[in-house]
Nanobody, 127 residues
Framework: QVQLVESGGGLVQAGGSLRLSCAAS????????LGWFRQAPEEEREFVAA??????????YYADSVKGRFTISRDNAKKTAYLQMNSLKPEDTAVYYC??????????????????WGKGTLVTVSS
């Protein structure tokens, strides 16, 4: 059974930093594209960042709203993905979800075609 478990969320002041982790089990982690999405209250879930698998050079992709502030990475030996979030803003407040899929195209589109989702971790940025 595949599981993605997020951790690292919490309350932080604007300008601060958090690092989210996504621990995976039950899948060949190194083969998968890993992604982060977020959903703010009363908003649609949106793509945040993705990192390709080792066979594709682990290229990274970011939403314009987080480019230069957030960094996605992965540790294939630990089967864990990370999202380092710096210079946080109140508008970054959301539940952050980890996702895994074999296709970067599917990951960037988001939605129910993605193979696996975590249950999310809440990030709250106070002004």
């Amino acid at each position: 059974q595949v599981q993605l478990v997020e951790s690292g969320g919490g309350l932080v002041q604007a300008g601060g930093s958090l690092r989210l982790s996504c621990a995976a089990s039950g899948l060949t982690f190194s083969n998968y594209v890993l992604g982060w999405f977020r959903q703010a209250p009363e908003e649609e879930r949106e793509f945040v960042a993705a990192i390709r698998n080792r066979w594709s050079g682990e290229n990274t992709y970011y939403a314009d709203s987080v480019k230069g502030r957030f960094t996605i990475s992965r540790d294939n030996a630990k089967k864990t993905a990370y999202l380092q979030m710096n210079s946080l803003k109140p508008e970054d407040t959301a539940v952050y979800y980890c996702a895994a899929d074999l296709s970067i195209a599917t990951m960037q589109i988001g939605g129910r075609d993605i193979d696996y989702w975590g249950k999310g971790t809440l990030v709250t940025v106070s002004s």
